[in-house]
């Protein structure tokens, strides 16, 4: 299936927003947050939200420093 995530193509075998995220290696990230067609999934969410063909993803990683 194609995907954009963070405005670049991406090819996945994802089913779901957990399976990609897991596939980009930040699943396990505690300061990560995802988005679907401009909506957040709630990362309780991640694992029932399917994606579909087309999709555009947002994953945004908080990150500290000053």
Do not use: Y
Not at 15 to 26: C, D, F, I, N, P
Not at 27 to 49: I, K, L, N, T, Y
């Amino acid at each position: 299936m194609r995907v954009t995530v963070n405005d670049e193509p991406k090819e996945t075998a994802a089913r779901s927003l957990a399976e990609l995220l897991a596939e980009l290696g930040v699943a396990q990230e505690p300061a990560v947050a995802a988005a679907v067609d401009e909506q957040v999934v709630p990362r309780s969410r991640w694992s029932a939200h399917v994606l579909a063909e087309g999709a555009r993803i947002l994953v945004i990683r908080a990150a500290q420093g000053g």
